[in-house]
């Protein structure tokens, strides 16, 4: 019982850090209509600037905020720079770029704090001894850390998303460009607005997974998170805010239950197990769990 | 629009005439290659094999509109066959190259499968999991593959055939002919696959598929047809590319990145071109190996990047698209009805 509590805990904390990476993407895809493949990357760079910032002597809860920061503004100016310009011709130039991006972030972060791997301080007590136990399993403070940081946030986009005037305009946008823009919406800079807040949960996502992560914080940290959050975003269905937190959660729980009970997958094909599932649930809802079906006019 | 200075009818003389003008250029770079020093050899062979890959994720990617980010394990797929056949079985090279293929193409047709139900990015999810799930698999199969350990394919058995009348050492330059006329043979086939109707097929489906549906295009089979295909010339093209390079390992060069170099490539040269694919493996060669000349390690990767947005704002054809805009403001091949060609040869 309580190493499958461990499992739980376990899976649950990493599909967390899965579900808010996939809510960035879903937050980009339902304005522009592509996944950000750089957005992992971005994450890395600002977790790399979170790092530089407590190695200069900052206490780590300032760093996270400040990579906030930034990945705001990265996200927004790549938007107005490098998105918009090419959206409308098709989906595959947003696709190149979304790729040029991803070499060059990767590579920007290697050339400034060279490619050994970082340790990246917890938000939370991380030591062998802070943990309560739960049923008798150990349930760490950093993970119950990041399940809290994960909820807040998800909280905070249903409030912007439901609550406020900027959601209504980003929902607006989301569904009918055009009609939007009619109604007064500034379009433009609505879709600014949601790469920055990419940019933003992107970047905390990175500065939740680099200090549990078996590696620290190298240049190839963020790559796997990226294709489980691209596969969590999918699953649940790439315009549902909802569908990328299942998603990421069904995920996490998925890797770490396969890894600890089939043995003959044990720990050499998590991943694998865990998007052949997925892609067997697809044959049955081909837009994902909460995804809206696509109509076409002809 | 502008008249262009010369029109040639096609099937003309003419248009014979500046086709063989064409061949021979062929022809003489490819001499012109296989003549440099072994090094610069090396490096044109994995162009060859690179536009071969490229040319198969064209077939879905560039004319059928399926987004594949899992070519790496048809690459993969096609270069472990080599290899296995060849190390542990004892299998001539050569031989190995059909049976890689044709894996390939049963993994392809497979891969294929779920696009009956699946479309657009979710579709993308299903060949991102058999990229993912590629390297793990060498991995978990150690007795056949060497794990992650990687295999090694001893020189020795790489020996050009003696027909050839070329030296154990002269091996690579029989590589780069082997991979040149695939290459060859691959263009052909799919020059005229796409003229055919088939390919009117797939273009249709790319453009609109609800419209291709209705005009009697069977959706299902030309997407499991068109993966099934394109994953076997990119698996031919691993097979070469586990002679060229030698030694095999699960994290080397089939991992997802692999299949970032190849659709990088692609839209590089020039997606649903005939010769794009060629002109992004020279980029992906050849961009990284200048740009580490200029600077080291990670500035390359920021100049390569670069490059790639450059090109989408400045050329978003693709190399090949912008040539082939330019070469018709000079020459236009007028296509002459079958009712003509009847009345010449009468």
Known sequence: MDIFLERLFDGVTNGAVYAIMAMALVVVFRGTGTINFAQGEMALFTTYVAWWLTVQGQPVWIAALVAAAVGFVLGAVTERTLIRPIRKRNDMASLIVALGLFTGFNALAGLIWNSESKNMPSLFPAGQDDFTTVGGARLYFDALGVWLVVIVLIGAVFFLFNRTRLGLNMRAVADNPESAALAGVPTGRILMLGWGLAGIIGSFAGVLIAPLSAHQLGLTTMFPILIYASAAALFGGLDSPVGAVVGGLAIGLLEAMITGYVGFVGGTLPQTAALVIIVFILLFKPTGLFGTRQMERL | ?346
Not at chain 2, 83 to 100: C, F, I, K, R, S
Request: charged share 10%; proline share 4%.
């Open chain 2, 1 to 346: 629009m502008n008249s262009p200075r010369l029109a040639v009818a096609q099937g003309s003389a003419r248009h014979r005439a500046l086709q063989l003008g064409g061949l021979a250029l062929v022809a003489l770079v490819l001499l012109w290659g296989a003549a440099q020093e072994p090094f610069r050899v090396g490096q044109l062979t994995s162009v060859l094999i690179f536009a071969i890959a490229i040319s198969g994720l064209n077939l879905a990617t560039g004319y059928t509109g399926l987004l594949s980010i899992g070519h790496s394990a048809f690459f993969g797929l096609g270069a472990y066959t080599t290899g296995v056949l060849v190390v542990t079985y004892d299998v001539e090279p050569m031989l190995t190259l059909p049976v890689a293929t044709v894996l390939c193409f049963v993994l392809g047709f497979l891969v294929g499968l779920p696009a009956l139900r699946i479309r657009g990015l979710y579709l993308a999810l299903v060949t991102l999991a058999v990229g993912v799930a590629f390297p793990e698999l060498v991995r978990r199969f150690t007795d056949l593959t060497g794990g992650a350990a990687g295999m090694v394919i001893r020189s020795k058995q790489l020996a050009p055939p003696e027909w050839t009348g070329l030296s154990l050492g002269q091996r690579g330059v029989w590589l780069y002919w082997v991979s040149a006329v695939t290459l060859i043979a691959v263009l052909l086939l799919v020059r005229n696959l796409t003229r055919s109707r088939t390919g009117m097929a797939m273009i249709a489906t790319r453009d609109n598929e609800a419209a291709a549906a209705s005009s009697g295009v069977h959706i299902a089979s030309v997407k499991t047809i068109v993966f099934g295909l394109s994953g076997a010339i990119t698996g031919l093209a691993g097979g070469l590319f586990a002679m060229y390079v030698g030694a095999l390992s699960p994290d080397g060069s089939f991992t997802l990145l692999k299949s970032i170099e190849l659709i990088t490539g692609l839209f590089v040269g020039g997606a649903a071109t005939l010769y794009g694919p060629v002109a992004g493996a020279l980029a992906v060669v050849f961009i990284p190996y200048y740009s580490s000349d200029l600077a080291s390690g990670h500035l390359s990767g920021i100049i390569f990047g670069a490059v790639l947005i450059l090109i989408v704002f400045l050329m978003p054809e693709g190399v090949v698209g912008v040539l082939n805009r330019v070469m018709r403001r000079f020459v236009r091949v007028t296509p002459t009805s079958p009712a003509q060609k009847k009345r010449k040869t009468r």
